[in-house]
């Protein structure tokens, strides 16, 4: 009849179909406040998205939900309460501010009073909501490539091989044994003998008794010497060879050169664009791979590496040469991130000036240096708002954009547009990544 | 006897609970529930939870299964952000009007506390449940479950035929109107067996086909209805569609134009389960009280008979002493009427009543003044008595004092509020009477009811708000619950507030 139950391990999340829907219902609300608060964000790791989740705090409106109920004004209603200390019949007490009398909390049902609504996100579902429509999950697999290099492991030992592999701890120990259970005379042994042989010879005249030792011990020798040519110092039984089989080998580990313009020409709203656009990549890539640095590379007329603070907020002047950056991206690569080590990604921000030819350059960089080793490169060039001709047009532009659309042209893994404002960083991003995923899709059928 | 209880060995020693231990307090408790309480229960079945568990089950009222809607999710996210950062603690327990009775126990009680719990819900809210009238008459313990499990499924196949978009937007729509889909002073009509069958043959093919789904919709046999009596007057209108109607919902289901069969047994649901949960509303106070004495009542005769220890005695009676706590009106924590405080209070003022009457009490209470039997007028009291009845005739003058109890009445008109009655002989009985109103849901909630809707017209619903003491609904609310009505109505919904004529 009673019974008692354990229920602790039960399934968890008994509520998690209520939770999605409750998403969905709040995204507009939830989206908001994940946008600013990216915003106020810095793009590392570890004070990006915190692990544990994001608290947003979002307005009720649109998750309301109305009931018919008295309204906490006007009317006539008795109220009983308890703790009277010395009211009399008849006392009076002024009216609480707003008129709202001891019955209003309780008439709005559900604390539906609150304008804001506190709760916490989990990393995962921030992520989901920040990359909105990217359908993540089915993206990454496609999207990233961990590069593969063949390496060798050792794979044991053999009796066969080549002389480069041949293992001479392995080898030396067997012959020892071996030397060692066959009691080969060793060289000591044998010089001894030689030396007393020759002692013997040297004198001029020789006793019978010592002529018969000299003959006993030119047996000997002949008999060691026999017994260290038939058992050899190394025989091809104690031969051991390394063998090592080919391996693929993958890379879980990612670097991201945030490369940027800071000249005179890139403003607080420009640099906010560029920010998002690291972050959103950065945040992306940090979801495929085990490991991700970030390297940021602010470039004039000369280009350094810096750290984020100074990226994004410090001031610099000059004339604009992006293609300094480049070389500093690919001088960096090479100290300090060996492409079959390392996937590499690329993101460039730039308001799209440069210097004289120096884009022509900058082509040449990208398609010889830095595209071959590099799994994907963006380049963004962030305009102004009124410029909604460059926006509509993608064949207009200064020379930078004309010759990274040559490079565009060859290379599947270079990805460039234009942005003016926060909105269209997403769906650019989108778009970095979607063409990318038909591509593979198309090779693949 | 006295010897035998004298001899008893501690149940348990230790904050530890394990199930062996709560199995061997379990029979201790029984046996004063049933033996010395003369409690009469369902059967328990006492699950052990964990927090998340009861963060679960906070947000779907409670209930052990429930249907899928955002609005849980919300309370859900709400409940865990005041948790997570300490500002709420969780309940010991929630306990379920079924049979068997369920009732969820928190893993990080101690064994204390567990046993107060089982004491509190397994058999005092058990036998309220199973004894009060309320319940008795309007809810069906034994078939929650499966109603519960049908409406779960039932709305999930709607998802996934209609899609979730659809489903949502009559679930808000019906949610919006949940306080007026209870019938509060009679029964529904009983369906005709063809409106039955059809019913259950909607409910067994709900995935099967379209074919059943035009068999019968309520909307056409309301129209055939209505074809017989075309040029019906408005009366024979108002008695063909048991007007007026208190219970929107039912109206809703039964009258709507435009609403499939699936929409209408989405809030048939709703309203069953509004139905359920609404004697809970009714006697929270009583509810709460008697849960509360019986506990009371069970540690203290454990620890009478040395069955629990000294320390598990007072964390008991401490975490007892938080319960019944009732702050003052002018104290920062006042936030009012305590259930658990007047209702054990008053649970303890009957037995003395009963056990050792005053002259006043005799005065007041000559049915029971007295009565050697207190067992039996509690009982007697908690099966067949609401909050607002029990409160009108058991509330004593004593506990009026000891509350001091004082009632202020804000009248609009007036500049301030002003001290109508306090706790002396006169005015014991008015603070009765306004503290009885106090949990009158009737007198609470809106009195909202369809008083017309010509089909063969404009097909305008009309509702009628009956306003009592000037008070009005709240403006914003109430645009938006018209907006959810519209939608299920289809035509256009008019609410009308209209002065009560006789003031109560």
């Not at chain 1, 139950?5 to 998690?16: T, V």
Request: overall charge negative; some cysteine.
């Amino acid at each position: 009849m009673h019974h008692f139950i354990d229920r602790r391990a039960n399934p968890k999340g008994k509520s998690l179909g209520n939770r999605q829907r409750f998403l969905r219902r709040a995204r507009e609300n939830i989206k908001e406040r994940v946008d600013q608060s990216v915003r106020g964000k810095s793009i590392q790791s570890g004070s990006g998205v915190p692990d544990e989740g994001e608290k947003v705090t979002i307005p009720t409106r649109g998750l309301k939900e109305p009931r018919f109920f008295h309204s906490s004004k006007g009317g006539m209603r008795r109220h009983v309460l308890p703790g009277n200390k010395d009211f009399v019949v008849g006392d009076t007490i002024k009216r609480p501010q707003g008129g709202a009398g001891q019955g209003g909390r309780q008439a709005s049902e559900d604390g539906d009073g609150e304008d804001e609504f506190s709760f916490t996100l989990t990393q995962e579902e921030y992520l989901e909501i920040l990359f909105e429509g990217l359908e993540l999950p089915d993206l990454v697999e496609k999207a990233t490539v961990e590069t593969e290099t063949i390496g060798t492991r050792r794979a044991g030992l053999t009796t066969a091989g080549t002389p480069n592999n041949l293992n001479l701890v392995r080898t030396m120990r067997n012959s020892l044994g071996r030397r060692i259970a066959l009691q080969r005379p060793t060289t000591k042994s044998q010089r001894e003998l030689e030396e007393q042989i020759a002692e013997l010879e040297a004198l001029d005249e020789r006793t019978p008794p010592q002529e018969e030792f000299l003959e006993a011990l030119r047996k000997r020798l002949e008999g060691i010497i026999r017994k260290r040519k038939v058992v050899g110092y190394i025989d091809p039984l104690d031969l051991r060879y390394d063998t090592f089989v080919p391996e693929k080998i993958r890379n879980s580990r990612a670097v991201v050169f945030c490369l940027m313009d800071v000249s005179g020409s890139m403003q607080e709203r420009e640099k906010d664009l560029a920010k998002r656009f690291f972050l959103l990549l950065h945040l992306f890539l940090e979801r495929c791979y085990e490991h991700t640095e970030l390297v940021f590379v602010r470039h004039t007329h000369h280009a350094q590496e810096v750290d984020e603070e100074t990226f994004f907020y410090a001031r610099e002047t000059g004339g604009t040469i992006v293609s300094t950056a480049l070389e500093k991206m690919k001088e960096i690569i090479e100290e300090r991130y060996p492409p079959d080590e390392w996937n590499i990604y690329g993101a460039q921000a730039s308001d799209g000036e440069n210097f004289g030819n120096d884009s022509v350059r900058c082509k040449n960089l990208l398609l010889n240096d830095l595209l071959p080793v590099s799994q994907f490169y963006a380049y963004v060039e962030i305009v102004d708002e009124a410029a909604e001709m460059l926006l509509n047009n993608p064949e207009a532009g200064e020379d930078l954009w004309q010759n990274y659309r040559e490079v565009k042209a060859q290379a599947k893994h270079f990805e460039m547009q234009r942005v003016s404002q926060p909105g269209h960083i997403y769906p650019i991003f989108r778009e970095f990544f979607l063409p990318k995923v038909k591509g593979i899709q198309h090779a693949g059928s | 006897m006295q010897a035998a209880e004298k001899a008893r060995e501690p149940l348990f020693d230790g904050p530890e609970w394990t199930f062996e231990l709560m199995e061997k307090a379990r029979d201790a408790i029984e046996e004063i529930a049933l033996e010395d309480l003369g409690l009469d229960v369902y059967p328990n079945q006492i699950e052990i939870i964990s927090a998340e568990q009861m963060l679960d089950a906070y947000s779907c009222v409670g209930l052990p299964l429930m249907y899928q809607h955002w609005s849980f999710g919300k309370h859900f996210a709400r409940d865990e952000a005041l948790y997570r950062t300490g500002r709420q603690g969780l309940a010991y327990e929630i306990v379920i009007n079924s049979n068997p009775c369920i009732s969820y126990n928190m893993e990080e009680n101690t064994m204390a506390m567990q046993t107060l719990v089982m004491a509190h819900a397994a058999f005092g809210h058990n036998h309220f449940f199973k004894n009060n009238y309320l319940f008795q008459q309007w809810t069906d313990a034994a078939g929650i479950h499966d109603y519960l499990a049908f409406a779960k499924n039932y709305i999930a196949a709607c998802e996934e035929r209609y899609g979730p978009m659809a489903v949502e937007e009559v679930l808000d729509a019906a949610h919006a109107m949940q306080s007026q889909g209870v019938f509060r002073y009679g029964r529904p009509p009983k369906p005709t067996n063809e409106e039955l069958v059809a019913m259950q043959k909607v409910r067994e093919g709900y995935e099967s086909g379209q074919s059943v789904l035009d068999i019968w919709t309520d909307s056409t046999l309301g129209r055939d209805k209505l074809e017989l009596v075309e040029d019906a007057d408005y009366s024979a209108r108002r008695k063909m569609m048991n007007l007026p109607q208190e219970n929107i919902l039912y109206f809703l289901e039964k009258h709507s134009p435009v609403l499939e069969p699936w929409q209408c047994e989405i809030l048939r649901i709703v309203r069953m389960l509004a139905q359920y949960l609404y004697p809970q509303k009714q006697t929270k106070v009583m509810n709460e009280g008697c849960a509360t004495f019986v506990h009371y009542y069970i540690i203290n005769k454990l620890h009478e008979q040395g069955q629990i220890t000294q320390g598990a005695y007072m964390e008991m009676l401490h975490s007892h002493t938080n319960v019944v706590m009732q702050p003052e009106y002018d104290d920062p924590r006042y936030s009012g009427i305590n259930p658990y405080a007047l209702g054990f209070a008053m649970m303890q003022d009957i037995r003395r009543i009963c056990q050792d009457p005053t002259d006043e009490d005799r005065e007041w209470f000559p049915d029971f003044a007295g009565n050697p039997d207190w067992r039996g007028v509690l009982r007697d009291a908690w099966a067949n008595y609401r909050d607002e009845s029990f409160i009108q005739q058991f509330l004593s003058p004593n506990l009026i004092r000891k509350f001091k109890l004082f009632t202020l009445t804000n009248d609009a008109e007036l500049p301030n509020l002003v001290v109508s009655q306090i706790h002396n002989r006169a005015g014991y009985k008015a603070i009765r009477r306004d503290l009885a109103k106090q949990y009158d849901l009737a007198y609470l909630e809106p009195d909202i009811q369809v008083t017309d809707a010509d089909l063969r017209g404009d097909r305008e619903l009309k509702l009628t708000h009956t306003v009592r003491d000037g008070i009005h609904l709240d403006e914003d609310d109430q645009e938006e619950v018209l907006k959810h009505l519209r939608r299920l109505w289809g035509y256009d919904v008019r609410l009308d507030a209209v002065e009560a004529t006789t003031e109560s």
